[in-house]
């Protein structure tokens, strides 16, 4: 717990009798000293949030994913499939691995203070880690809502994205509200070319065009079940799949460990759309020309090309991208020279399309004749590749991002980042508990019982609300918050893996330990969330 502008005065009357109570008992009571940190008592359930992060703080709440840096500590890759491609939204590497930084706890101080206060214990003599230059103190810290009352992390929500549709292998297939609207679309569009083709249908056609939408959408839910299938054989988990406007999106949380099984997750997808474009093609040889299920197999075959062949082109964040970095990366043996590689590859594709779709379709490549290109069509056509353009252009984006972070995961340590702490027992004044914290140089306080063992932790941003002439009468237990099994973290943990233990319960304080059970200190979920945006902005 940090506090600015800590003042060494002396308490009166009945504070400063209260604390030379609490020293004669400080000299006695084993639970005193100052090398038994102990954990936090959640004073209400808390849970997991969505991508997000470790713990909310009443004070700061904690950004989400994207900057969902990437739903989720967690690396990002995500299986996209822009305007029926799979497009990967994030970064390299599995689908939709979304890194995210850790929720923020009341703490507002900075990272290189909780860096200097590298973690501690519990006593200061324990674990000899170089003390901040200007140490401050737990009696008055400048963060905090100014509200006494504790308030627990919010547990998070299910991932959600729109209307549940089934779970096919375990995995949540979601439709976003998008997809009513580009199914609209395509009713309106193909309706007009049915109108051309099969005029005796009259409005009929409309309801053969609403059936080709939802058929070629069910094709790209087969192109993402591939991924997703892939992802699962090699044991990376899968989050989700999402319908949305320009396709779909394969959200795979880990990043494949080998260049081959890159590769391999990314060709799935576009393997798939060239079977059943395959398949509608025989499908379509036999029965009649020019009959409704003629006109929809062909569609459906030619959409299921284009989608292959879209997906297949070599830049970030389509799979063709993926592919191109799993090759990069297998020559040099750096994920990360891949990365970059596929990015601007996919930058420069993002800028073709922007120029060279509106340009085919005016020279008539697409296949429109002069007669049928008109004022609305162009702009149609240019409106089109700009919105595609901007998918490939900001993944690809992401994607640098991502792998960057990536590189400075490892940098995240939890022995690094822990406060020292301090046992009290659960009688023991606010005020007193602070005194002893000072003195210790610590930062946290741990609840204990009689015999040591932590039952709690008492929260920096409830100490923050409690007025200094209050503190004497206000016992540590009405500030802390129940200690849980996920709120235990060992102090070994770093990277991606700590971002996924403290995102797996989220809080805004955690007790560290060894791995032989003895409490090495707090971990704040501010600190570690500072940390986080340190690495992100931290050039590679």
Known sequence: MDESGGSGQPRSGTDEATERHGEQRASSA??????????ERPEHPTGPTPPTAPGTSEAAPSPDRPHDPTDSGRAAATHSDPSSGAEDGAEPGASSDQVEAPAG???????????????????????????PEHPRTLAHSGTGTGTGKPQPPRRGREPGGGLLMGRPFGVPVYV????????????????????????????????VSLFFAVA???????????????????????????????????????????????????FVGPLLSLVLSGLFYLAMLAVEPGTVPGVLLAGLMISNLIVAAFNLLPGLPLDGGRMLRAVVWKITGRPMSGTIAAAWVGRALAVSVLIGLPLLTQSGALGATQDNIGGMDTVTDALLAAILAAIIWTGAGNSLRMAR?????????????????????????????????????????????????????????????????????VAVSGLAQDLTDGMRVSAELAGEALLDTLRATP?????????????YGVLSAADVERAFVKAMARPS
Do not use: C, M
């Open 30 to 39: 084993p639970a005193a000293d100052a090398t038994r940190p102990g954990p």
């Open 176 to 207: 976003a509200p998008s997809w009513f609207l580009v199914a609209a679309l395509i009713t309106w569009v193909f309706g007009g070319q049915l109108d051309r083709v099969l005029p005796e249908l009259g409005a009929l056609r409309y309801l």
């Open 405 to 473: 972070l990536r590189e400075h995961l490892p940098e995240l340590r939890a022995r690094s980042l822990t406060r020292r702490a301090v046992p009290v027992e659960t009688s023991t004044p606010l005020s007193e508990a602070l005194r002893r914290a000072n003195e210790a140089g610590a930062r946290a306080l741990v609840v204990v019982d009689a015999d040591g063992e932590p039952l709690s932790l008492v929260r920096e941003a409830a100490i923050v609300g409690v007025p200094e002439h209050r503190r004497p009468w």
């Open 507 to 519: 809080a805004t304080e955690y007790l560290v330990v060894e791995d032989s059970g003895e409490i």
């Open 216 to 266: 070629f959408y069910a094709s790209v839910l087969v192109h993402e079940l591939a991924h997703t299938v892939a992802a699962l054989r090699f044991k990376l988990p899968v989050r989700r799949i999402q319908l949305q406007f320009f396709g779909g999106v394969s959200e795979i949380e880990k990043e494949a460990e080998t260049p081959g099984r890159e590769f391999v997750l990314s």
């Open 105 to 131: 706890s009341g703490s507002s101080d900075e990272a290189g203070s909780s860096a200097q206060d590298a973690p501690h214990g519990s006593s200061a003599g324990r674990h000899p880690h170089p003390e």
